[in-house]
């Protein structure tokens, strides 16, 4: 008799990359290109309980399974009535069915990175007794020593090698950005040809940047600014600099390091904390901080969730990532 297979799949965390990493290995385990295309829905940011419903009720096509991706639930369902209809229909769904339930946050932790008081609502029916019908992974933004694993082991994944030095110098570079980290593996792997591993000194000669660019600074500060025409000017420098894809990607790192910045600061750290806690170098501490100090939590978490929501939108290809960057551009600075 065949092993049941989980029907709930239950994807949390910051890292967004690794995240679609994994579903992507699971639409590759539906066969073919063709086939798993077929058999796969992404419901996108507006979906319902009727369409979810629909999308995994339905029978696979020439496939054992069909695998349905839906985001951020926990902002679809808000209430206690939503919730129980979410949940009844996740008792009912057919075993052919994959449904990934994703989330962007730890939901097992709170803002400090603690277990959370109250467990929350997916993860106690998660791990209700019974027949394994849920899988559950939390996807951490890897820091400091298992950053450079992460980027070991990645670099394997691709057919290469990546020296421990080299490791730790892209991990200096690419503090949690792990997408452009991966970005940049490749590019230094296709540099050595897959021929020999990729050493620190590849790394300082063909590193794309080392940290934000010059005026990634002045950037952040003409959104805070609401000044239109200055924010566009610098996004068309930085964009004639580096690709808006990496761009976009170093964009969400930076706000998201600016959340836990100004979290930090609230509760009485200074820019020392800050580079102990999120383990970077003083000088980009400081400079982040003088930042954060310019903004309130509220603002700057408001950005970042809609980041998250164009990275949904490039990473299904329903958005280019210079076309996302313009328009979070102007709404940002003409939002009063």
Avoid: C
Avoid at 295 to 309: C, P
Wanted: net charge negative.
């Amino acid at each position: 008799m065949a092993e049941s297979k989980p029907t709930v799949y239950l994807l949390h965390g910051e890292d967004d990359y690794a995240i679609a990493q994994f579903i992507h290995a699971m639409q590759q385990k539906l066969g073919d290109p063709a086939t798993a295309e077929m058999n796969t829905s992404d419901l996108g940011p507006n979906y319902d309980l009727d369409a979810l419903r629909r999308a995994a009720m339905a029978m696979p096509f020439l496939a054992e399974r069909r695998l349905v991706v839906a985001a951020s639930p926990s902002k679809r369902f808000t209430t206690d009535d939503l919730r129980a209809k979410l949940l009844s229909a996740l008792d009912d769904l057919p075993p052919s069915t994959a449904l990934v339930l994703t989330e962007d946050k730890n939901l097992e932790l709170d803002d400090r990175g603690k277990p959370v008081k109250k467990e929350h609502w997916l993860v106690t029916w998660a791990k209700q007794p019974g027949p394994e019908r849920a899988f559950i992974k939390a996807f951490g933004v890897p820091k400091g020593a298992d950053q450079v694993k992460w980027l070991l082991e990645y670099a394997r994944s691709q057919g290469g090698e990546l020296e421990r030095p080299a490791a730790v110098r892209l991990a200096d570079l690419f503090v949690e950005e792990p997408r452009a980290a991966a970005g940049e593996v490749d590019k230094l792997l296709a540099f050595v040809n897959y021929q020999r591993p990729i050493g620190a000194e590849d790394v300082e000669q063909l590193a794309a940047f080392y940290g934000p660019p010059p005026d990634f600074f002045k950037f952040i500060d003409t959104l805070g600014a609401h000044d239109t025409r200055a924010a566009l000017n610098q996004l068309e420098r930085l964009l004639a600099e580096q690709d808006g894809l990496q761009l976009f990607f170093s964009l969400v790192g930076h706000y998201r390091a600016l959340v836990q910045t100004r979290a930090i600061l609230d509760e009485g750290g200074q820019d020392g904390t800050v580079a102990t806690q999120l383990k970077m170098h003083p000088f980009r501490a400081g400079k982040l901080a003088a930042q954060a100090r310019r903004m309130n939590s509220a603002g700057l978490r408001q950005i970042y969730r809609r980041l998250l929501e164009y990275n949904r939108d490039i990473v299904t290809g329903q958005l280019e990532a210079e076309l996302a960057l313009t328009t979070l551009v102007t709404g940002l600075t003409l939002a009063r």
